[in-house]
């Protein structure tokens, strides 16, 4: 079974400019949110896709934008960056529609840097 | 948002101590997890727990969630260094299609 990979691993962007962060679900699971963790807190949910389409948001400003591929795995872009957009950035994926569907099994993370 | 408070927010014990950690709410989750992260990874999954009064083991670890599903604890029952890491607790979000909302987490040390 194929876990949750993420890439970059590694990211440092200059401020107003855009980055795109990519993510393969693990094998069997149809559903992928992203979380924004700053340092010293917990992940904050930023959106979560099911069947290609956006199936929840949080509280993140529209430059915050997804996708969802057939193959179930997902980009996160965000424009404009600011420098409080520095975190860690966490994809997870997980089977909706069975008892289990809040479990969630993260990737590793993409840590992105903006200067 | 459905918020989570974890206390403590950090933890340095000894090896061989016992500890718990709390995870509170005044929202009622349909279920709960326990992830643990160590620094620069992703968390990883623990636990999930379903029921009112739930109790669950995993080698030392012990986790029971509150009878009005509002609430859990995790006690680790002698600490090896190998605890050591970030705790998060966190709950679905039906609000956010499947969303997990998460505590702040509690950063625990074991030292040798």
């Given at each position: 079974e194929t876990g949750v990979t993420q890439s970059p691993t590694h990211l440092i962007k200059t401020r107003g400019q855009q980055v795109t962060l990519r993510c393969s679900s693990q094998s069997g699971h149809n559903t992928v949110s992203w979380y924004q963790q700053a340092l010293g807190q917990g992940p904050q949910f930023i959106f979560q896709y099911y069947r290609e389409e956006e199936n929840g948001r949080g509280?993140?400003?529209?430059?915050f934008s997804g996708l969802q591929f057939p193959n179930y795995s997902s980009e996160l872009n965000v424009n404009a960056?600011?420098?409080?957009?520095s975190a860690l950035y966490l994809c997870a994926s997980s089977s909706v529609g069975?008892?289990?569907?809040?479990e969630q099994y993260f990737g590793p993370g993409t840590r992105l840097t903006v200067t | 948002t459905q918020l989570l408070e974890q206390s403590p927010q950090f933890l340095s014990i000894q090896e061989g101590e016992n500890l718990t950690v709390y995870c509170n709410s005044s929202s009622v989750f349909s279920s709960l997890q326990w992830y643990r992260q160590e620094p620069g990874e992703g968390p990883v999954l623990l636990v999930t727990v379903v029921t009112g009064g739930e109790v669950k083991k995993l080698k030392r670890l012990t986790f029971q969630f509150g009878d009005a599903r509002k609430d859990s604890s995790l006690h680790i029952t002698?600490?090896?260094?190998?605890?050591t890491g970030l705790y998060l607790c966190a709950g679905g979000d039906s609000n956010s299609g499947y969303a997990l909302n998460f505590g702040k987490g509690t950063s625990l040390l074991v030292t040798p």
């Open positions: 509280n993140f400003p529209p430059r960056l600011e420098l409080d957009d069975g008892g289990t569907s809040y | 002698a600490a090896q260094p190998g605890d």
